[in-house]
Nanobody, 125 residues
Framework: QVQLVESGGGLVQAGGSLRLSCVVSGRTFSNYAMGWFRQAPEKKREFVATINWSGIETAYGDSVKGRFTISRDNAKNTVYLQMDTLKSEDTAVYYC??????????????????WGQGTQVTVSS
């Protein structure tokens, strides 16, 4: 069974930074593109970022481009999301995702194979 466990969420002031981590167990980590989605209250889940199995290719949602950076360490079975210049509108529950590499980067929810339980990020203005 695959498990994705996020950590690193919390409360931060606008303009600050946070780094989220997601540790994966139960499958070969490098077989998956890894990503992050988020869901704010009363809003649909939104794509944030994704990274391919090797770490060479990345993609970002328009609202976070230039502020967030996704990376992965295949030796540690971990994907990271560095979030800088945070804004109040970044407040949401952030979910880690895993998509089999044969299905591309997993930019859409229906492509995702596994989800983490989510970690809350709150940005105060």
């Amino acid at each position: 069974q695959v498990q994705l466990v996020e950590s690193g969420g919390g409360l931060v002031q606008a303009g600050g930074s946070l780094r989220l981590s997601c540790v994966v167990s139960g499958r070969t980590f490098s077989n998956y593109a890894m990503g992050w989605f988020r869901q704010a209250p009363e809003k649909k889940r939104e794509f944030v970022a994704t990274i391919n199995w090797s770490g060479i290719e990345t993609a970002y949602g328009d609202s976070v481009k230039g502020r967030f950076t996704i990376s992965r360490d295949n030796a540690k079975n971990t994907v990271y999301l560095q979030m800088d210049t945070l804004k109040s509108e970044d407040t949401a529950v952030y979910y880690c995702s895993a998509t089999q590499r044969t299905r591309g980067l997993g930019l859409r929810e229906y492509l995702v194979d596994y989800w983490g339980q989510g970690t809350q990020v709150t940005v105060s203005s």
